[in-house]
């Protein structure tokens, strides 16, 4: 047994119909909470209606992985875009009630949001993505 790093942390960024979804995977903790935000500020730059940050797969998070919740959160609020975190452990949850920061899991928001991600959008030459990134048309 050592200290070694835990599980690599990943971010997997899909867009549909202007909702971003981040799925996480691995620990965010102070290492890897930096990688997050700037990802999160990147996106919010985007033309988006919401962000839905996946959190099934994260093992691990520490104070500064709440806190760029948290900051997220506020963005939100200030920049009218929305933002739900969906499938947080009973562990996560149980932190969040413990720091009173609870209402940043907003199942309401999240089932929205991923409503609207899921949603069969007609196909527009504006609006596809090729694989490599490009716009069509």
């Given amino acids: 047994m050592g200290f070694g790093p835990g599980p690599a942390f990943d971010i997997q960024d899909d867009r549909r119909n ?8 691995g620990d965010l903790d102070l290492a890897n909470a930096p990688t997050l935000e700037e990802h999160l500020m990147r996106v919010e730059q985007d033309d988006i209606s919401g962000v839905l940050i996946d959190l099934r797969d994260l093992t691990f998070v520490d104070s500064t992985g709440l806190r760029t919740f948290l900051s997220a959160h506020n963005r939100a609020k200030d920049n ?3 933002l739900a975190l969906i499938g947080a452990s009973d562990q996560l949850r149980k932190i969040l009630q413990v720091t009173a920061t609870e209402y940043v899991v907003d199942e309401q928001e999240g089932v929205r ?22 716009q069509d048309g």
């Fill in 18 to 25: 202007e909702v971003v979804r981040l799925a996480l995977r």
């Fill in 80 to 82: 009218g875009h929305r």
């Fill in 113 to 134: 949001l991923l409503a609207r991600f899921t949603q069969r959008s007609p196909a527009s030459p504006r609006t596809s993505t090729a694989a490599d990134g490009r």
